[in-house]
């Protein structure tokens, strides 16, 4: 499937052309992103370290990850548009960009997996993690830990691919 | 899905996200450590062959 | 005068060869300026939190006592990664980073976030935390978080905008922005 004519047509639109106007609104658009960023992958980092059992212990799991699904999502909507907005500007150097590409795997990964298997398992968590009182039916502990570990790797190479597109 | 399933699947899931993870980011650090020694080296270090 | 002192001493930073290498090194700024941008999850992430429960907008079933505390640690390591990581920044590339015009205002509210935050911990330390378990915190409160986080809005937005040549010293702009920026030497071309 050849996807490169999305980046064509991308590349030829009046969005790239606006984009590519003003330097100022543009870096305004990167400080959008990264701030989606900090908001995304703090709220899952917040998370993901409870669930390891490193941060906050003893407070109950359910309260925390129920509080950050709002934020994670207006994150990546914000994450999501500047990003259109920043990849119009350069869309076919993106189109032939390993790092690009890579983030965009990342990134499809990470949505699939936080929103199936880490919520799933998240929400099943025993006593001795989640501190929300005895579970009738609870993932083991050990899987909850590898889930946590899982879903900080993709997303730190999905923000740490997305800064080496910066420097390629 | 049963629980039991569902800690299954999770995590199978996930370990072969950190094994993708760990070859991954292996290959990239193998590359850059190649285009630091192509930098230097007055000869095409082999690794690049590789690449 | 200042601008000056701060010249020279910028000046002396970039004589040092261990300064040149890390600027001209082909993945180690890269790094460096990676850690920086990617620790900004862990330190304003933890911060994020605790400003959204203190602006009464999220977590409000926690007592806000118990993040503000907990969370403390996790983004005190993160603020010394960016601490450390941004020196060495600053480190290898003394004499622009400090003609900077964005560096400059990002240090600034850098110093008021740090200001805000002191005066939230004296009010939070001062009051008696009857408010802890309430979902929506006092205005003072309110008004603090709100400050802290328009605050590093702007650092980070500020920090982005480094990298823009804009209002580089060797640009022409108004008088008033070679004093602010610190361009010493194309203000002496000037009388």
New interface residues.
């Given amino acids: 499937m050849d996807i490169v004519f999305i980046f064509e047509w991308l590349d030829a639109s009046w969005l790239s052309e606006f984009a590519r106007t003003s ?2 609104l543009f ?2 658009v ?2 959008v992103h ?2 989606s ?3 995304l ?3 899952l ?2 998370g993901d ?1 409870r669930m390891l059992n490193v ?2 212990t003893g ?1 109950p799991s359910a ?2 990850i129920q ?1 950050t699904k ?2 994670i999502y207006i994150a990546l909507a914000g994450i999501i548009l500047s990003g259109i907005y920043e990849a119009s500007a350069i869309a076919m150097k993106l189109a032939t960009n390993s790092f690009f590409w ?1 983030k965009m795997a990342g990134l499809a ?1 990470g949505i699939i ?1 936080m929103l199936s ?1 880490r919520s ?2 998240y929400s ?1 968590a025993p006593e001795v993690i989640g501190a929300n009182g005895p579970q009738s ?4 502990a050990w ?1 909850v830990k ?2 946590a ?2 879903n900080l ?2 997303w ?2 999905v ?2 691919n997305g ?2 597109i910066g ?1 390629s | ?3 039991n399933t ?2 299954k ?3 199978v ?3 072969v ?2 094994i993708g ?1 760990a070859i ?2 292996g290959v990239q650090v193998q590359d850059t450590l190649c285009l630091l020694e192509t930098a230097t080296a007055e000869e095409v270090p082999e690794c690049l062959e590789n690449m | 005068m200042l601008n000056e002192l701060l010249l020279k001493f910028a000046t002396w930073l970039d004589g040092f060869q261990s300064s040149t290498d890390l600027h001209e090194a082909l993945y180690a700024y ?1 790094w460096v ?2 850690t920086h ?2 620790t ?3 330190f ?3 911060l ?2 605790i400003d ?1 429960r203190l602006l009464g907008v ?2 409000k ?2 007592p806000a006592s ?2 503000m505390e ?2 403390d ?2 983004m005190m390591v993160g603020f010394i990664v960016m601490l450390i990581s941004g020196a060495l920044l600053f480190y290898a590339i003394p004499i622009r980073s400090t003609q900077s015009i964005w560096f400059r205002v990002k240090v600034v509210f850098i110093i008021a976030a740090g200001i805000n935050a002191l005066l939230i911990r004296n009010m939070t330390r001062s009051s008696d935390m009857s408010w802890d378990n309430d979902p929506v915190p006092p205005k003072r409160i309110r008004v603090g978080a709100a400050l802290s986080l328009g605050l590093w ?1 702007l650092v ?2 500020s920090g ?2 480094m990298a ?1 040549d ?1 209002w580089d010293c060797h640009k022409e702009m108004p008088h008033f922005m070679y004093w602010a920026a610190g361009c010493v030497n194309e203000l002496a071309a000037f009388e």
């Fill in positions: 330097a100022a870096s305004m990167q400080a990264i701030l960023m900090i908001m992958c703090g709220m980092i917040l370290l941060i906050l407070v309260i925390i509080n709002k934020w890579a990964m997996f298997v799933a398992v099943r039916e609870a993932v083991e899987v590898l889930v570990v899982a790797l993709i730190f190479s923000a740490a800064r080496w420097f | 899905m049963t629980t569902l800690g699947v999770a995590a899931c996930s370990i996200i950190i993870w991954y980011w | 890269g300026e990676g941008v990617l900004l999850t862990l304003l992430g933890m994020l939190v959204l999220a977590f079933e926690l118990t993040l907990r969370l640690k996790p809005i980070v937005a982005r905008n823009y804009w």
